[in-house]
């Protein structure tokens, strides 16, 4: 049915709109039905002949994002010129399955031909009688999951614990800032708005203006360490930050290794294939040595006073192991713990029961940090949630060492 005011068209070109919306909705493209209708309006004000003004209208309604150009793109070559695409798309999926890595499509690529593939019709399960399982001794998968390390996990299990991870919130709790919001049932008299607002009366005090101050959740930094000891780790912890960084305000991250890289902005890229696939680009040191002394000290020159400010809490990710052993670890340390208002250093050697500081790395930055918490598995980092998001965790004082 053509929308009001809009002519019915003729032959199926209502039809194939609708198929194609359907098409960019299963490759992630937030649309609906109002880019729908917007799109059959666009069709009736060009000429529908020319391709380019179709291809130009249709993506001026129906696409809101810059990175959602290409997936786009792509479709509507695909789908308005071969009306055998998805055999093409099938068949390109499977040979993606044989290239190797750096032979790949790109992600925009993958998710379009995984679309267009579902357009084929399924055969029909054949009728089987239920099997019987013995449950007496089982246990949920789902609570396995939550309990098992990372680097023991299979690529199945790393692609639910990632799924698991992104519905992970990080609630930091708020605090009291020196600006000020007016609030009728607020705290404290305003007595400047109040004799601003008695003017309109000739200078009779009617009621008082009052006032709330505002609070707001601080600042978090991230300085995670990519080295081999920690890529497996850092790899699945990625996909936790860009939830993070997607999910709030003032969130800044770094990597490290035998050099700092900030991917704040990167991170900040709400697919999370095209932010990952970025970051790559720009960290050369992944899987490489560790220089962890050397890297907090370039943080604490370049950027502690630019993201450190309004009581910022810093997530330390490493295991403790520099290269350079202890030179400079203690000095950088207690420097990042005097710069920040609580400093947590996230550990995966703490996974093992009988874990002992004998590392210089280790020894030399437990004394300066506020919390040692372990992070290597899913109930780690809802641990770890849980404690950020408790206001009286926020105000503890520094550990012993």
């Not at 978090?220 to 912890?237: E, T």
């Not at 990625?238 to 700092?260: E, I, M, S, W």
């Not at 995966?348 to 300066?368: T, V």
């Amino acid at each position: 049915m053509a929308p009001a005011g809009v002519p019915a068209p003729s032959g199926h070109l209502a039809d194939n709109l609708l198929a194609f919306t359907r098409l960019l909705r299963r490759t992630g493209l937030p649309l609906g039905p109002g880019e729908a209708i917007a799109g059959l309006e666009a069709l009736t004000e060009i000429d529908i002949a020319d391709r380019r003004q179709v291809h130009a209208a249709l993506r001026a309604v129906m696409v809101h994002r810059r990175e959602h150009f290409e997936i786009f793109d792509q479709a509507f070559q695909l789908f308005w010129r071969d009306p055998e695409a998805a055999a093409h798309a099938a068949a390109m999926a499977l040979m993606e399955a044989n290239k190797t890595p750096q032979e790949k499509a790109p992600p925009a690529s993958r998710r379009l031909a995984e679309a267009m593939q579902a357009d084929k019709p399924k055969p029909p399960k054949p009728v089987e009688e239920p099997p019987q399982h013995e449950m007496t001794f089982s246990v949920s998968e789902r609570e396995r999951l939550q309990s098992m390390d990372f680097e023991a996990m299979s690529a199945a299990q790393i692609a639910e614990a990632k799924r698991e991870i992104r519905r992970l919130t990080l609630p930091l709790d708020e605090q009291r800032t020196r600006r000020f919001r007016p609030d009728p049932l607020g705290p404290m008299a305003d007595l400047r708005a109040t004799v601003r607002q008695s003017l309109r009366s000739g200078g009779e005090i009617l009621e008082l203006s009052r006032r709330r101050r505002v609070t707001r959740p601080p600042p978090l930094v991230v300085l995670c360490d990519i080295s081999g000891s920690m890529a497996r780790y850092a790899q699945i912890l990625l996909h936790f930050l860009h939830a993070v960084a997607n999910d709030r305000d003032r969130v800044h991250t770094f990597l490290f290794g035998t050099r700092l890289t900030n991917i704040t902005r990167q991170l900040r890229h709400r697919d999370p294939e095209v932010a990952f696939e970025t970051i790559a680009h720009i960290v050369p040191d992944w899987s490489g040595g560790t220089r962890i002394g050397e890297s907090l000290a370039l943080f604490n020159r370049l950027w502690s006073r630019r993201v450190l400010g309004q009581g910022a809490v810093v997530l330390l990710i490493t295991d403790g192991l520099d290269r350079e052993g202890a030179a400079g670890l203690a000095e950088a340390t207690e420097r990042l713990r005097g710069s920040c208002r609580r400093l947590i250093w996230l550990n995966p050697l703490l996974r093992f029961e009988g874990f002992q500081p004998k590392s210089q790395g280790i020894r030399a930055m437990l004394p300066h940090v506020d919390e040692f918490r372990p992070v290597h598995s899913l109930n780690s980092l809802r641990e770890l949630v849980a404690t950020l998001s408790d206001r009286r965790a926020a105000h503890r004082g520094r550990m012993a060492a």
